[in-house]
């Protein structure tokens, strides 16, 4: 405890007594250190104390000696940039981390061979020490190197063993199977190090250092208590589970202080709320005292998560929280710019509470204590897939979206910006489905997507303002609707998943268009009108008209020869081709017109129900050439005598087809330009993010995504894109032999490579949930066989 907590100690004792500023100091190097050294401690503590058997301690010694200075150098290049002192405090400062790190395997090493005396001294030695910095510099001292040199070495005192080094040195026999163990453990701690540091910036560009020191030291003050559980106490606790009269002691201990903890933490947020004045005589601002008050009541609710998270690294299974701190750490880095834009500075004070919560949420779910029967509940699958298709957005300054309100390109006003149901819905799903094994795959191309996303961003970083605020959105703005890729797989391994996702679009379909071409009529609109009377429909015009399209082909390839279906498909066929065309969107009717020849064509290659086939074909194609002829081609229109030119076909299609690709064009060499200029913005991206109101995007998913974050950021994306296509071409006689398997390929790649090449839409909250979700769906479906061959989810 003495060894992980005495910087933490010395930032808030800075804080409280008026040095803010280099508080945020001390942040931001422990931010960066947290981001690095913590990154690859692996939850070494944990595994030692779970007896050494999966890896030897040694091992992990040998690791952390390897990594020790290039970590230590990366540690000073983050720091650098964003820490005004000067640059001897910050080497001291990371020097202090690495002897940490360093000792962390020793003191851990001392505890299972219960050695008392050597912690004792080494605690006394801490506590000396860091009281003598903490007391250099408040007052200023000419003395403050010199504490801080001998503070930085300290950890290395009282626990140093030449046995455990010597055998370091040491090539291991089972290093291969060492490292195995030890890399999901390295993913987990690496994105709760990187999260941290994210959030620090955050925090900083957001209120400025004088806050945001403040802010630190009150989360450091009132999370005290989870931190200890989670790195000091927690560990020893959770393996002395078994033994009753070793812990019954320690628990009474625990509750009380929790008891405690939660009672002081909402006195102070109460007082801070309702009555600042009380807390004046403190020098500290009520912000700071509410923050204080939120993150002890965090703390409470992080011990708790912190319990089912070390009972799952020191159970007997040898489960890992990869799946459940990525999931944690990744959303707790989006909700802090969105909090602060939404309710303001204060909001931001709850952040450690936040933390904790997520925390909670997803180890149980993890463990399965959570929610557990609902991922076996078939009508939880149908809500799913209803909610995640539906285009119910909503406004957080208005309610349900009603077509008013909308927030420009290049606007940060997020209360009036629409968003989806989708997005709660997939977070929502994933905690209750659990089981973040089965998603695998996903959580690390989330985790490399993210750490190459946050690294190529710092590596360009030059000081606070708006381009590091406005890249650090966008980050978050690709990143939130890639987690519908693990919710996807989660999907898949539900029973008859392929079938409840068919029948859960096919009325979401049924519902909305055929009510949606109605409005349009009604309202005399010359294109498709965005008000379902109870909502509007936001996008409607481009992204959600290609989602509606790819849901009814993924629907008639599914259903087409299900009687039961007949006529509902029918009429929706016909339906879908007048919304198609009132769209005006070319992306979605091309789409349309394509995905429904394919589907003919299939029918006559594997010469199965042809005269079904055509008959549906036939009238989907009739709707389109009714809605060309009286609608946009003006049979209604000039029965209400509006005159139209007689090159009405020009205007009405080749036109806006010319510009849009004038447009796109234009667009993309603007990007292409940008992103092949140099080395570094190939390999790193950019680090200006262009004017929003001159080029919204640009136009192109990956080129927009390689512009602003560079090939190495792309890469997982790019990899498992390829990694799709390639199993797709490796089982295509099985895929194009199924019904469901085949529509939802030709469905999911048509709006990977063709939509998002002619627009952003995996960028865009709601379209973008569903490409990642449709993905994650055929990801486990094409990949998990049984054995004869053919996939396992039930496909016809």
Not at 203 to 227: C, K, M, N, P, W
Not at 464 to 478: A, F, I, M, N, V
Not at 595 to 600: E, H
Request: charged share 10%; with cysteine; hydrophobic share 55%.
């Amino acid at each position: 405890m003495a060894n992980t907590f005495a910087l933490t100690v010395v930032m808030i004792g800075l804080s409280l007594f008026g040095k803010p500023e280099l508080a945020a100091d001390f942040g931001i190097v422990h931010g960066a250190t947290v981001a690095l050294f913590y990154a690859f401690s692996g939850n070494t503590r944990s595994l030692i104390l779970g007896g050494g058997e999966q890896v030897k301690t040694s091992y992990h010694l040998r690791l952390r000696c390897f990594m020790l200075i290039p970590l230590y150098l990366f540690a000073v290049i983050l720091s650098v940039g964003l820490v005004a002192s000067s640059i001897g405090v910050i080497l001291l400062l990371i020097g202090r981390r690495a002897c940490e790190w360093l000792a962390e395997v020793f003191l851990s090493e001392q505890e299972r061979e219960h050695l008392p005396i050597p912690a004792f001294l080494f605690f006394l030695t801490q506590g000396v020490l860091s009281l003598l910095v903490l007391v250099t510099l408040v007052l200023d001292s000419f003395a403050s190197y010199a504490a801080l040199a001998l503070w930085a070495i300290s950890p290395l005192f009282w626990c140093m063993r030449r046995d455990i080094f010597a055998d370091a040195l040491k090539r291991p026999s089972k290093g291969t199977e060492y490292l195995r163990v030890l890399l999901p453990n390295f993913g987990s701690t690496a994105v709760i190090g990187a999260s941290v540091y994210i959030i620090r910036v955050f925090i900083i560009l957001l209120v400025g250092r004088e806050i945001a020191g403040d802010f630190f030291s009150a989360f450091a003050l009132g999370g005290i208590l989870g931190s200890v559980f989670a790195l000091a106490l927690g560990p020893t606790l959770v393996r002395h589970e078994g033994d009753s009269s070793r812990v019954v002691h320690m628990v009474r201990i625990l509750n009380c202080m929790l008891a405690v903890s939660f009672g002081l933490g909402i006195l102070l947020a109460g007082l801070s709320i309702f009555n600042p004045d009380v807390l004046l005589w403190t020098g500290k601002s009520s912000l700071f005292w509410l923050a204080v008050g939120s993150s002890l009541i965090g703390g409470v609710v992080m011990v708790r998560a912190q319990r089912v998270r070390l009972r799952l690294l020191q159970g007997a299974q040898g489960k890992d929280t990869f799946g459940a701190d990525i999931l944690t750490n990744i959303l707790l880095v989006g909700c802090a710019p969105f909090l602060y834009y939404i309710l303001g500075v204060e909001a931001l004070s709850g952040v450690y509470l936040l933390g904790a919560i997520l925390s909670l949420v997803f180890y149980s779910s993890e463990a399965g204590v959570l929610f557990a029967r609902f991922s076996q509940e078939r009508w939880v699958y149908y809500l799913l897939a209803c909610f995640i298709f539906s285009p119910l957005f909503i406004q957080l300054s208005a309610g349900i979206y009603q077509g008013e309100g909308v927030v420009h390109a290049g606007e940060v006003k997020f209360a009036m910006l629409p968003i989806p149901i989708s997005v709660l819905v997939c977070y929502v799903g994933i905690v209750m489905l659990g089981g973040f094994s089965k998603a695998r795959m996903s959580l690390v191309f989330i985790f490399f997507t993210f750490v190459g996303m946050f690294l190529t961003s710092l590596l360009l970083a030059t000081d606070y303002g708006l381009d590091e605020r406005s890249k650090l959105t966008l980050l978050l703005q690709y990143m939130l609707p890639m987690f519908a890729l693990v919710l996807g797989q989660q999907y898949a391994s539900g029973k008859d998943a392929d079938l409840m996702l068919a029948k859960s679009i096919f009325w979401v379909l049924i519902v909305i268009v055929p009510l949606q071409v109605a409005s349009t009529v009604i309202e005399d609109t010359r294109y498709l009108s965005s008000s379902l009377y109870l909502f509007s429909v936001y996008q409607g015009a481009s992204y959600v008209p290609v989602v509606f399209v790819g849901g009814f082909l993924l629907v008639l390839f599914s259903f087409w020869r299900v009687n039961k279906y007949r006529e509902g498909l029918v009429a929706l066929s016909f339906f879908m081709g007048i919304y198609a065309t009132f769209s005006a969107s070319l992306i979605a009717l091309a789409f349309f017109i394509a995905g429904v020849f394919l589907f003919l064509a299939r029918s006559f290659i594997l010469r199965i129900d042809i005269a079904r086939a055509l008959r549906i074909c036939g009238l989907a194609y009739v709707a389109v050439f009714l809605a060309f002829q009286f609608w946009l081609g003006g049979g209604l229109l000039r029965t209400k005598s509006v005159a139209l030119p007689h090159n009405w076909s020009e205007s009405f299609m080749l036109t806006p087809f010319r510009e849009a690709l004038e447009l796109r064009a234009s667009h993309w060499g603007v990007y292409y330009t940008g992103f092949v200029e140099n080395i570094s913005a190939f390999l790193l991206g950019h680090t200006h993010v262009l004017d929003r109101k001159m080029f919204p995007s640009a136009y192109n998913y990956y080129l927009d995504f390689l512009y602003n974050f560079g090939f190495i950021a792309a890469l997982p994306l790019l990899v498992i894109i390829a990694f799709a296509i390639y199993k797709v071409a490796d089982r295509f006689a099985v895929i194009f032999a199924s019904d469901k398997l085949c529509g939802l390929t030709v469905v999911t790649l048509f709006m990977l490579l063709v939509d998002n090449s002619l627009q952003v839409g995996m960028r865009q909250p709601y379209s973008g949930i569903v490409v990642f979700f449709l993905l994650g769906i055929l990801l486990s479906s094409i990949c998990r066989q049984d054995g004869d061959g053919l996939p396992r989810s039930g496909v016809v």
